[in-house]
């Protein structure tokens, strides 16, 4: 007779958070009419050159066979041109680059390649959820370390909750799901103190061109002597709106390509060569096409920023200056879950509960206005506005 216990899953995955937009969605498909402010994506597709490009692709019997594992000599090569223009990253010799399905699969990448079963990750908190999710997938401990009241890093708390078991400090800037943009100056210290206590710093870039100005974006890998300790994840996503294509990058230092080779000839054997294709056109078009849309976003960022710092608002709004979101604190009696709930049912807007991000605020919102056009998100924001009034405390 089969044990029941042999057939449930492992006591790891069931420690994972269940993924949150999933539930949000559901609420949100069962409340026709709602406005979501919820799922992180932008409001464009990507630029017309990637579909002629794909649209060519697949004449040669190559392009039905596997790749390079690391990605295809093309697309590495216009990667590593980029890197070196926009970021300051020179890859090689003391560097390498993968091409991943996505800025998540390079993510778990890193955390596979550099931590061992019960070493410690330490993750600003609020956090992307698939960061810790990864993390605990791979059998690590996430340790969250509050961020400021404005969503800034907090070096010396970072600093204090390091042990001999850390393995990796990560950074996420632009952040998500905070909006805050970390200074030059900030990020440096955290790459200085990995580099004194002999641990990666995990930054991860996939809203690089979401910095808005007075603000800007910073890489870490940039950092002189900095390769050796620092892991650099893209992606284009967000960017070139190429969400679906599943396309991000890895810069690693050249002592993990072993076993980032290992870690991705057994998940993806090579990443998938018509997403491939397009993402090299898209990279063809470059950075012009990601900053033809920021104005837009930056005048709806000062637009939500206005409209939820209004005296009879019950939330509270640090000013941020980067991605797509504002993590607003409610001043509310109902926990983030519940909250989102009725905010869908009762008036129609969807937003994401600052628990999934382990946000330490009793009851806060995530608040995402990429993926629609200016007249939907004021539209939402009002409905924001009066959903909060009625739910607050
Ligand atoms: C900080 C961060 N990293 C990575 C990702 C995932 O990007 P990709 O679609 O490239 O996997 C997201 C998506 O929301 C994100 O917010």
Known sequence: ???????????????????????????????????????????????????????????TLGEHRYGPVEGSAELVGLIEAKLARENGITVRPASRLFVTAGGNQAFVNAVLAVTDPGDEVILPAPFYFNHEMAVVIAGAVPVGVPTTR????????????????TRAIVTVSPNNPTGAVYPEQVLREVNQLCRDRGVFHVHDEAYEYF???????????????????????????????????????????????????????????????????????????????????????????????????????????????GAFYYLIRVDSRLDSMTLTERLIREHKVATIPGSAFADPAPCSIRISYGALEPHAVSEGLERLKTGLKALAR
């Open 211 to 321: 910095a808005y100005a007075p603000s800007r974006h910073f890489s870490p890998g940039s950092i002189a002597d900095a390769a050796p300790h620092t892991i650099s994840l893209y992606s284009l996503s967000k960017a070139y709106g190429m969400a679906s294509w599943r396309v991000g990058y890895m810069v690693v230092p050249t002592g993990l390509w072993e076993a980032v080779n290992k870690i991705q000839d057994t998940l993806l054997i090579c990443p998938p060569a018509a997403s491939q294709c397009a993402a090299a056109a898209a990279l063809r078009v470059g950075r012009a096409y990601p900053d033809s849309h920021t104005a837009q976003l930056d005048r709806m960022r000062h637009e939500i920023y206005e409209a939820l710092s209004a005296p009879d608002v019950p939330c509270e709004a640090p000013a941020v200056a």
């Open 1 to 59: 007779m089969t044990r029941d216990l042999a057939l449930s899953q492992s006591a790891r995955l069931a420690a994972v958070q269940a993924p949150v937009i999933p539930i949000v969605g559901r609420w949100t498909a069962e409340t026709p009419g709602t406005i979501s402010l919820g799922q992180g994506i932008v409001s464009y597709g990507p630029p017309p050159e990637v579909m002629q490009a794909v649209a060519a692709f697949g004449s």
């Open 150 to 165: 404005e969503y800034q890093l907090d070096v010396a708390a970072i600093a204090a909750a390091m042990t001999p078991r």
